[in-house]
């Protein structure tokens, strides 16, 4: 299976929110041919969260320094980065063209999109933003919401689909 996190739901990981349980269970229980896939736009939006929360004294220095290590751990070990290219930027205009989307919004699925293409494989496109996600079910994707009430349950079927 593969999955493609876009930032809000990646976010899970690294702080506490509804959902967090959730997306810690999709890290652990991967198995070796499940993909957790998301975009390089993704890091520079986790770094400015981050940055922002430092900067409003939401985040310690330590917890900035924490959160970005976690993140820059999950790079290595368990996330591949899907490029944003001229062709990602170009198709997220047409995105935002076909349903309203804000720019990041389109990247992401975008960038889902061409990551699709490129395996020839299914994407579970993870995300608990209904604007989003109503536009990637417009896409042809299945969705997983981490912050739905059965989102334990979907999960446990996507990984035994697998």
Sequence with gaps: MIYYLETSALLK???TEQGTEIINS???NRRPTDV??????????IEVVATR???GRILTPEAYRVLLAYFTGDLSQSLMLQPVSDVTLADSITLVKRYGLRAGDAIHLSAALLSGQAASAGIIFV???????RA????GFDLFDPQ????????ILFQEES
């Design 148 to 155: 739905h009430r059965d989102a334990a349950e979907r999960l």
């Design 13 to 15: 990981r690294y702080r």
């Design 136 to 139: 990637a079910q417009g896409e």
């Design 53 to 55: 929360g430092l900067k």
């Design 26 to 28: 999709l890290f652990k």
């Design 127 to 133: 995300t608990s933003d209904i604007e989003l996600s």
């Design 36 to 45: 957790l896939l998301t975009s390089y736009f993704t890091a520079l939006e």
